[in-house]
């Protein structure tokens, strides 16, 4: 059997997945899983098995880093990006990000915060889609305006997608989650739940997830449930990605 040299992979080393090709940064190291992020920006998981990575084109087996060097490695921000330490806020851009509410802003900002500062994204609150085409024809985006929205529920043959549908616009994008409201998009498991209650038609979804769960009112279940997040994994998939491609669109200088 072959024996591969061991490398600790300590945060930001650059590495390749030699089975996929994938090739990125080391963002952290989990139960027996690597963390990269690509160019792009978007993490991928990949177990750790001998011979199953590459630093400088050689076969490596990467092995979890000791505690000294991980405290000393660069710091990792709640989305995933690579920390570029403390700097100032880069003047807004002319683009804007768009969510539905306060709790979908206030997730947005919790999460992916100081990668918006450092592009200069504004996220602004709609309070529902119900206008949005006349919202956007105010906006006036164009080719250094552009316009991101994340939406609720956008399923097929929902109201958020037939709204969602009228977009046509090259420089707006519309991304969403199939969720019925973005408390939806936490982890069951983060609030130590099997998972979110059905609620029956004819029942305001968040009262009747209040009373399911029993953890108080909408305000006091939305601040258990906003305290429970610390980064992007503690989000569904779906989530993310929207709001990934979200900010990609806002901030491709094309």
């Known amino acids: 059997m072959k024996v591969f040299p061991s490398v600790e992979a300590t945060p930001g080393l650059s590495v390749a997945h030699r089975a996929s090709g994938f090739s990125g940064a080391v963002v952290r190291v989990e139960g027996g899983a690597v963390e990269l992020q690509g160019r792009t920006g978007q993490p991928r998981v990949f177990r750790l098995a001998p011979g199953a990575f590459a630093v400088d084109g050689k ?10 060097a991980t405290r000393a490695a660069p710091q990792v921000t709640a989305s995933g990006s690579l920390s570029v330490g403390p700097a100032p806020a880069r003047a807004a851009r002319a683009g804007r990000l768009w969510v539905e509410g306060i709790h979908d802003a206030e997730l947005v900002e919790r999460v ?25 024809s ?12 994340l939406v609720d529920h956008l399923v097929a043959g929902s109201k958020e997608s037939r709204i969602a549908g009228d977009i046509r616009h090259p420089d707006v994008l519309v991304a969403g989650t199939p969720f019925v409201d973005v408390w939806e ?5 983060v609030l130590g739940i099997d998972a979110w209650p059905k609620i029956p038609k004819g029942t305001e979804w968040k009262a009747g997830v209040c009373h399911a769960l029993g953890f108080g009112d909408p305000t006091a279940t939305w601040r258990r449930i ?5 980064t992007y994994a503690d989000l569904e998939p779906a989530l993310v990605g929207a709001v990934e491609r979200l900010i990609d669109f806002v901030t491709d200088p094309t």
């Open 59 to 68: 076969p490596v087996t990467l092995v979890k880093a000791a505690e000294s």
């Open 112 to 136: 992916w915060g100081d990668d918006l500062r450092v592009e200069g994204v504004v996220v602004e609150r709609l309070d529902g889609i119900d206008n949005l085409d006349r919202e956007v």
């Open 138 to 149: 105010r906006f006036r985006p164009g080719p250094a305006r552009r316009l991101g929205v």
């Open 185 to 189: 998009a936490v982890r069951p498991s």
């Open 226 to 230: 906003i305290s429970s997040v610390k």
